[in-house]
């Protein structure tokens, strides 16, 4: 996700503000008035990544719907065809994660993992969201120190104080509004849908597939809430909590929750025996190990070249934390940082995307995430919600409380869209038991909003992702029959952990 739930991280105390049940009037004035998309004009992708077969093409959609016959925006689009035209089904649109993810290859990436039969069935669409990488791109000019996920995500100081974690939010805040244009405002969630719409409307579909993951499950939930009656199997995977009084601050708060349930899986492992990158004896030892050794680092830096900052901090370490809980793969390297920090071997090397990548993806997760709903403006009650979530979590150590660039944000333009229950029974969500960014708790109140729209498969499994991630043969079936057959569990599902 962004910068909330990286490859790129963005977002404590409610405000309670007004949500609006979907369709809106806004929202079908808009459908009816815009100008029904071009059909696409297939051709080859730019670029090297995607496969031979991936075809690329462009959706112009209006900058703001409530002027359909205003500027317009290019959108970024492929498809990589039904590998059996005479068993295609319809589009599959693969939603990414965020915001700020890119999703224009993903036909290609996902190729190579899809069961024959769903590939059969339909042409695999990707896209990048409005402002991302070839859809008319954003960037706020932040300096080089400000993408540092250290700061962008806003871990407070050693003795828990929030003055830096404020300046640097209110400075990354009005770069973005300085230098983002009239593209980065029009960034949200509820646009996203409507663009969405205007891709199903260019691909000459009535109805459209989908597969989000992870924030895209929330722009998925928007999309089957705001146009329910054009939606036909829709595949929701690693699951934002929908709570429209809330939207990115309640997922940036549920990392407390998250990485408490993640954290004894990397604990496990990292004491097993015959691991070359062992940490300790048993699971128990591994917690107050990574603790001490992040208080000694905040006392104690050591220099990381090529870091940024080029510092090994107690923060430093417990960014890397949060990042490596996301996939079992990512648990050597956070092993191998622990023992670097603790002078048993060199610290390993770090790798860090282009500044231009972060550049877009950051604002792009600052325009959504401040665009969607209202955050409060900078308080007393910050540093002590942050007090309380250091008590509470120590792991993420205040970080999930702490305030973000949309403290200091105009107030969005319309409500947040509340997922409800109104619409087809068409919706399976699956969700690992221990995922570190969006909690199973949080999927949970996902579920409960769509009512009998949805049924969940439930994974016993840690991690980000599930359907195709985790070797679980259980979740795997269960979602890949939805996908072919439209037949889903009769009542939620928890698939045992694999074998």
């Known amino acids: 996700m962004g910068i909330i739930n990286r490859t790129a991280a963005l977002i404590a105390a409610a405000t309670a503000v007004l949500t609006v049940t979907a369709p809106t009037a806004f929202t079908a004035q808009a459908a009816q008035a815009a100008p029904r998309a071009e059909p696409l004009a297939w051709g080859g992708c730019a670029g090297n990544a995607a496969q031979p077969q991936q075809q690329c093409a462009t959706v112009a959609v209006p900058l703001d719907y409530r002027h359909p016959d205003g500027p317009r925006i290019d959108l970024a689009v492929s498809r990589i065809a039904s590998a059996r035209p005479e068993l295609r089904r319809g589009s599959l649109l693969l939603i990414p994660g965020g915001p700020g993810g890119t999703g224009l290859n993903t036909p290609s990436v996902v190729?190579?993992?899809?069961?024959?039969?769903?590939?059969?069935?339909?042409d695999l669409i990707g896209f990048d969201p409005r402002g991302v990488g070839r859809s008319t791109p954003v960037d706020c000019g932040l300096a080089h120190e400000d993408l540092s996920m250290v700061r962008l995500r806003p871990w407070p100081a050693a003795d828990g104080s929030i003055d830096r974690n404020t300046a640097t939010a209110r400075r990354i805040a009005e770069a973005c509004l300085r230098n983002g244009g009239p593209v980065l405002r029009s960034i949200s969630t509820a646009n996203e849908a409507r663009d969405l719409d205007r891709i199903r409307q260019a691909l000459g579909e009535r109805r459209i597939s989908a597969w989000g993951v992870s924030y895209g499950t929330y722009a998925g939930a928007v999309y089957a809430s705001m146009f329910p009656q054009h939606t036909d199997r829709i595949l929701l995977d690693s699951n934002d909590d929908p709570d429209p009084a809330k939207v990115g601050r309640g997922w940036l708060a549920a990392y407390g929750t998250?990485?408490?349930?993640?954290?004894?899986?990397?604990?496990?492992?990292?004491?097993?025996?015959?691991n070359p990158d062992r940490l300790a004896a048993t699971p128990e030892e591994v917690r107050p190990l990574f603790l001490g050794l992040a208080a000694r680092l905040d006392r104690e830096p050591l220099p990381w070249p090529g870091a940024n900052p080029a510092v090994l901090d107690g923060n430093a370490l417990r960014q890397t934390m949060v990042e490596s809980l996301y996939d079992d793969e990512r648990f050597p390297a956070l092993a191998r940082l622990v023992l670097g920090g603790l002078g048993a071997r060199p610290l390993p090397a770090v790798q860090s995307p282009p500044d231009a990548v972060l550049q877009n993806t950051v604002a792009v997760s600052v325009g959504t995430l401040c665009n969607d709903v209202s955050w409060p403006r900078p308080t007393a009650d910050y540093p002590r919600a942050v007090a309380e979530e250091r008590a509470a979590h120590p792991?993420?150590?205040?970080?999930?409380?702490?305030?973000?660039?949309?403290?200091?944000?105009?107030?969005?333009?319309?409500p947040p869209v509340a997922v409800t229950s109104h619409g087809p029974s068409?919706?399976?969500?699956?969700?690992?038991?221990?995922?570190?960014?969006?909690?199973?708790?949080?999927?949970?109140?996902?579920?409960?909003?769509?009512?009998?729209?949805?049924?969940?498969?439930?994974?016993?499994s840690g991690g980000h992702d599930a359907y195709l991630a985790n070797g679980n043969a259980?979740?795997?079936a269960l979602v890949t029959d939805f996908l072919v057959t439209g037949r889903r569990p009769a009542t939620d599902t928890r698939c045992p952990a694999a074998g």
């Open 111 to 122: 190729l190579g993992k899809l069961p024959q039969e769903v590939r059969d069935r339909y």
């Open 258 to 274: 998250g990485v408490e349930d993640r954290f004894p899986d990397f604990a496990a492992w990292a004491a097993a025996p015959g």
């Open 395 to 414: 792991l993420t150590a205040g970080m999930p409380a702490n305030v973000m660039p949309c403290a200091f944000w105009p107030r969005p333009t319309e």
């Open 426 to 460: 068409n919706v399976l969500l699956v969700q690992n038991l221990r995922d570190p960014a969006t909690p199973y708790s949080g999927a949970l109140k996902l579920r409960q909003a769509f009512g009998d729209r949805a049924r969940m498969v439930a994974v016993d």
């Open 474 to 476: 259980c979740g795997d």
